[in-house]
């Protein structure tokens, strides 16, 4: 079981300290705080909060615009909030709950009380998370399942190696924790188009020609077409990766031509992760790449295919990644 981290707002540094002594006993709860509404909207960004505890009375935001301002957040919408407040009446209640809190605790509260539920939403947190965590197994699965029948050329370890590129490169480029974990659920999507490629294509041991190349350049389109209307955000997300992940951040690439930071942030991670994938990888039509020379070629094109920024992390960073490939270089 991994640790939860626990927000804790109150503009009353006592209130704070003693509700984190009443969950103290909990190995598993990492303890955050607040002492004001901003302070507590800003400590969501920089960190994967599991759950809020939160104060109505504060000032210049309340606890309940505080929530309203998250709900409204798709990075932060998900977070469970549970009122605790000295505003007791029916009505401060039914505006809590309408304002997106998922309980409401009065004070004085019993310690038991507080314990018992709290501890009642991280099990729902829980269960949710294992919940993804199948739906990501179970689609890097099925496109595993489609490479062993040689639908689109790729197998399990190589979406694997893929994502875990594209989260590492996502972590040290400093996005949310939000953006981190929806890319390690989209990401196994980035070459889901290929299902439509003709597998003798996609498994030609010689030079494409033309009008073949031409053909496997259709596969974003595709991919974004299979996934963009989805009411999930995350296949929405996957859409995204596989529509971009071919752009180029000179405007070369394809489908569209984008460039720069038009390409969205996901298409430009997973555009370095997919290159450097395939350079070190054997495949049919190519042997693998000595690693230093796949590392002087994603040099090369920095500003040509790649985001000059996020290729310098790569580069800076260049150790992490050959760890990644060693580990994952025979699944």
Known sequence: MRNYNILIVDDNTENIRVIANILKDNESYNFMYATNGEEALTRTKESDIDLILLDVMMSPLDGYSVCRILKKDSYTRDIPIIFITAKADSESMLEGFLSGGIDYISKPFNPYELEARVDNQIRIRASQESKVVNVQQKIINIIAQLGKEKSIGMKGGDIERVTQYTILLASLAKLSSFEIKELKLATPLHAIGKIAIDKSILHKSTKLTEEEMD???????IGYDILKDSNEELLRAGAIIAHQHSENFDGS????????NDIHIYGRL????????????????SKAWDIEDARDYMEEQSGIKFDPKLINIFLDNFDRFVKVYNEY???
Do not use: C
């Open 270 to 285: 997973v555009a370095i992760a997919h290159v450097f994938d395939a350079l070190t990888t054997e495949r049919t039509y």
């Open 215 to 221: 053909i496997v350049k259709e596969y974003p389109q």
């Open 253 to 260: 690439g394809y489908p569209q031509g984008l460039k720069a």
């Open 329 to 331: 270089r025979t699944i």
